[in-house]
């Protein structure tokens, strides 16, 4: 029996080597390798590129689709709350200053009280939830345990700061977008663009310059004590304190010095420029002092990620 099975398989390598071209013990000795060839081809096929030779070579626009949708998701589901609340809590404003001070036909830089500062509660409301919306991406990652979601995507530093800023201004358009529409129904309010580019770059470049800040926040902070500080100790104070409800001109000079300092009065100015045709300084130094900020601020959020500082074991 034993030499009959080693007869059918003299027979079945002899015609494999006839087939092949091969002597029959050399396709005798082949059957081993076969299992170790296939293995080695499949692995080939796994491993496009030798290892240390990084497969995405420019920007990985795929993750950072993918982390700006996930960002934005994250505030659209609760709409209500980041977006149309922001909204109604800035025409409060609105009707509570004309009410108390807009009676009697009062103007400011020659245009009615209301009209004054619509411009500057709009832009208000999108810089407030720009910086609520980039303090809280790595921050809530930190404190659930999951800001490994972050951190082990095939993302780089700076595509880790374009998606969560990205979706910071995109709430703050939306929200923008709300507070005027709210405004352009309201009676006695005008809110009709007259340079809609002022209104679309002083809008961006503040919102940009609140996104950093709120990440560096995010990065910065291990509670959210901490953000909570930040927003009520700095943001709030610098966005009231910005000529949103009044003239700069109107003040003494030594707190004209002050307003002049504050980064967010030429987002303001800027912005109120875009409706009324008029600002309380100059819109060529504001937009370039604006963008030398935001180039800083990025750099910085750029190296804090980087770094790893409180991010990283």
């Not at 027979?11 to 076969?34: K, Q, T, W, Y």
């Not at 409060?92 to 001070?101: D, E, G, M, N």
């Not at 809530?140 to 999951?146: A, H, R």
């Not at 000079?253 to 967010?264: D, E, V, Y």
Request: net charge positive; glycine share 10%.
């Amino acid at each position: 029996m034993r030499s009959s099975v080693q007869a059918i398989k003299n027979s079945f390598f002899g015609h494999l080597a006839v087939s092949s071209g091969l002597p029959a013990s050399a396709a005798a000795d082949s059957r081993g390798d076969m299992p170790e060839q296939a293995a080695s081809e499949q692995a080939s096929d796994w491993v496009r590129s030798p290892p240390g030779v990084p497969v995405i070579r420019q920007v990985n626009w795929g993750g950072l689709k993918a982390l700006y949708i996930k960002e934005v998701r994250r505030f659209f589901k609760v709409h209500l709350q980041t977006v149309w609340a922001p909204a109604i809590t800035t025409l409060l404003y609105l009707i509570i200053f004309t009410v108390a001070l807009g009676r009697g036909g009062q103007r400011v830089m020659g245009v009615p009280f209301a009209d004054f500062i619509a411009p500057g509660l709009i832009v208000m409301g999108m810089i407030q939830n720009a910086f609520a919306n980039a303090s809280f991406s790595l921050l809530v990652g930190k404190m659930q345990g999951t800001i490994v979601d972050y951190l082990m995507p095939p993302l780089s530093n700076g595509e880790l700061v374009a998606g969560m800023v990205g979706a910071a201004v995109t709430r703050a358009f939306l929200v923008g977008g709300a507070v005027w529409l709210a405004m352009a129904l309201w009676p006695g309010v005008h809110v009709t663009p007259h340079h809609l580019w002022a209104v679309l770059w002083f809008g961006l470049m503040g919102s940009m310059l609140l996104a950093f800040l709120g990440l560096i926040t995010s990065v910065w902070a291990e509670k959210f004590d901490h953000a909570a500080a930040v927003t009520n100790f700095v943001v709030q104070p610098l966005a009231l304190l910005s000529g949103t409800f009044y003239s700069v001109d109107h003040l003494a000079p030594a707190f004209q010095a002050i307003s002049h300092a504050n980064p967010i009065f030429y987002v303001i100015s800027g912005f109120r420029y875009g409706f009324l045709g008029q600002s309380d300084s100059p819109v060529l130094l504001g937009s370039l002092l604006l963008l030398g900020l935001n180039v800083v601020f990025g750099v910085a959020c750029y190296l804090l990620l980087r770094s790893g500082w409180r991010l990283k074991a």
